[in-house]
């Protein structure tokens, strides 16, 4: 599944996380967020209110993914009778409590962080999402116990909590495009490059076979496009030219090669993601990732 490979080459980041605890009666104003916001349902049932007063129940262990630039509240309770306000989004080390009434009768309790991810050069993932999703993930306990994961990495963190948080994260993100293909037939409208199947086909080739000798020209007849159209469509749908992207991934793939234990060499390594230059390999990589490939395979990673 194309899916499936496009997971394998994106970047999660996630920002700092907020524990949201409401009581009953008690609503939740929070900031616009600048990348899409997830919060997800440790405890109790509550709402979720959306820009235009429109409302989505939360059940216990459902995610509710909020587009960018979207103010909303997190409300508990029918009537509600008091408000807090939120004015930024959680900043530093340490997870923040946001409470909304009284911590100890808390009813509703909300794992709520930015998270960007991204793939191609800079194109967020569900940077086209346009209106609220909230999906039910009770089938599907890894999920709980990974924002548990991650709550428990971002409130004591130490050596390697970023790349557990990122990994976590990434399996949060998993599940939820599983369940939400699942309920659409396998569709994602907010995801262009995969709802267009001719430029899914030139997608699948690249992830194929990166090393091959790419061009606009050569991917474009796999899209059965015009050079033109097809370039168009491509930067519109990853946010890089096809020929950035192809780099992008061979620039991934090489980096899965190297944390592979093993003797292969790293002219090899150049040799099999597609560059004839040792040299000019290395270069591309230190610029992408901030340091040398030998010093990347020592642990060395910058980004």
């Known amino acids: ?3 499936d490979k496009l997971l394998d080459y994106v970047v999660v980041h996630a920002e700092p996380f907020a524990t949201c ?10 900031p616009a967020p600048p990348t899409v916001m997830f919060h997800f349902v440790m405890q109790g049932t509550g709402y979720l ?3 235009e007063d429109e409302l989505y129940p939360l059940e ?16 508990c309770g029918q009537q509600i009778e008091s408000e807090r306000v939120i004015d930024a989004a959680p900043t530093g080390e340490g997870v923040v409590r946001w409470v909304a ?30 209106e609220i999703i909230v999906a039910d993930l ?3 306990p890894q999920v709980r116990q990974a924002f548990e994961g991650i709550l428990a990495e971002q409130g004591g963190a130490t050596q390697g909590s970023a790349a557990l948080t990122k990994a976590l994260m990434t399996q949060c993100i998993v599940y939820l495009l599983r369940y939400l293909t699942e309920q659409s037939d396998g569709r994602l409208p907010w995801l262009p490059g995969l709802e267009d199947p001719n430029l899914a086909r030139a997608v699948d080739v690249i992830f194929e076979n990166p090393q ?24 519109s749908a990853f946010g890089s030219t096809p020929i950035s992207f192809v780099h992008q991934i061979r620039l991934r793939r090489a980096a899965g090669l190297l944390r592979q234990s093993g003797a292969t060499s790293i002219e090899q390594v150049a040799n099999r993601v597609g560059f004839s230059s040792r040299s000019h390999f290395s270069q591309v990589f230190k610029e992408h990732f901030g340091v040398s490939p030998a010093a990347f395979r020592e642990g060395g990673e910058q980004t």
Not at 21 to 30: D, E, K, N, V, Y
């Open 1 to 3: 599944m194309l899916l």
């Open 49 to 51: 209110r959306g820009p």
């Open 60 to 75: 216990r262990f459902s995610l509710a993914v909020v587009p960018q630039g979207v103010r909303h509240t997190l409300e």
């Open 21 to 30: 605890l409401l009581s009953s009666g008690w609503r939740l104003r929070l």
């Open 101 to 130: 009434g009284a911590q100890v009768s808390a009813e509703l309790r909300v794992a709520c962080g930015a998270v960007n991810v991204t793939y191609g050069d800079s194109l967020g993932l569900f940077q086209r999402l346009n």
């Open 138 to 140: 009770s089938a599907y």
């Open 212 to 235: 091959a000798a790419h061009t606009v020209d050569s991917l474009a007849d796999v899209a059965i496009m015009s050079r033109s159209v097809f370039a168009q469509r491509f930067r």
